[in-house]
């Protein structure tokens, strides 16, 4: 079955660290991949998207992901973490196949330490 | 408007009582989605209108859910004898080209918390 995984459900960083987050999908095509950002009481803001191209992809508030066709991984990365980074980040993958709507796996919350 | 709007932002009913859900869209998005997140899980998707029309409704999870788009922009997502397990946060999203399809980013409201007591 299509799916949408983020293995760690908390992840727990110390601030000025670096920051990786886990998304891996089960699709039998290259989707097109997002990674949502959803803090307490706010709705989901996009923080970077892959449709094609180049694999290393930048967005906002200093957030990286990368594309590995060959894991069907689109990991998120941030070299240094701040305070105001501890949210809820939900990859989510979109499919021709599978329609006009958005998979999402099942978030990873993080915490940020000083 | 500025951003998609949901109201309320939280609503509270009883067992079996009907509630409806408004999403106010952005201006000129013709695309809209329904997704409901529970505690602790990554939204789900319910239904996509494009247009005034369901292009795909088969997120909704029984017949006591039903959604409409009667003029194209603002969107009720209604829901019949609630249910305890009905509870979470409704997301309503649009985007001006179907996402998952092109690619086209969504834009989420803040969402609407159901408690079913």
């Known amino acids: 079955a299509q799916s949408v995984t983020q293995p760690d459900i908390h992840i727990t960083v110390s601030e000025g660290a670096s920051l990786e987050l886990r998304c891996n999908y089960s699709?039998?095509?290259?989707?097109?991949l997002f990674w949502y950002v959803q803090s307490p009481g706010q709705g989901l803001q996009l923080l970077l998207k892959?449709?094609?191209?180049?694999?290393l992809v930048q967005g906002i508030k200093g957030f990286e992901a990368e594309f590995k066709r060959s894991q069907s991984s689109f990991n998120l990365r941030k070299p240094s973490v701040h305070w105001s980074d501890a949210a809820e980040y939900v990859c989510?993958?979109?499919?021709?196949?599978?329609?006009?709507?958005?998979?999402f796996g099942g978030g990873t919350r993080v915490l940020v330490k000083p | 408007g500025a951003g998609v709007s949901q109201t309320p932002s939280n609503k509270v009913t009883e067992k079996g009582k009907y509630v409806e859900l408004r999403c106010d869209p952005i201006?000129?998005?013709?695309?809209l989605y329904w997704y409901r997140q529970s505690l602790g899980q990554g939204p789900e998707f319910l239904i996509y209108?494009?247009?005034?029309?369901?292009?795909?409704d088969s997120g909704l999870p029984n017949d006591r859910f039903f959604a409409v788009r009667p003029e194209g922009s603002v969107s009720t997502l209604k829901i019949q004898r609630t249910e305890r397990g009905d509870s979470a946060v409704y997301l309503c999203?649009?985007?001006?080209?179907?996402?998952?399809?092109?690619?086209?980013?969504?834009?989420f409201g803040q969402g609407t918390r159901l408690t079913v007591v």
């Open positions: 999203a649009s985007s001006s080209q179907p996402a998952g399809v092109t690619g086209t980013e969504a834009f």
């Open positions: 699709y039998g095509a290259t989707p097109y």
């Open positions: 892959y449709f094609s191209g180049d694999t």
């Open positions: 989510a993958v979109g499919l021709k196949a599978a329609g006009n709507k958005l998979t």
């Open positions: 201006s000129g998005h013709t695309a």
């Open positions: 209108f494009q247009g005034t029309g369901a292009a795909d």
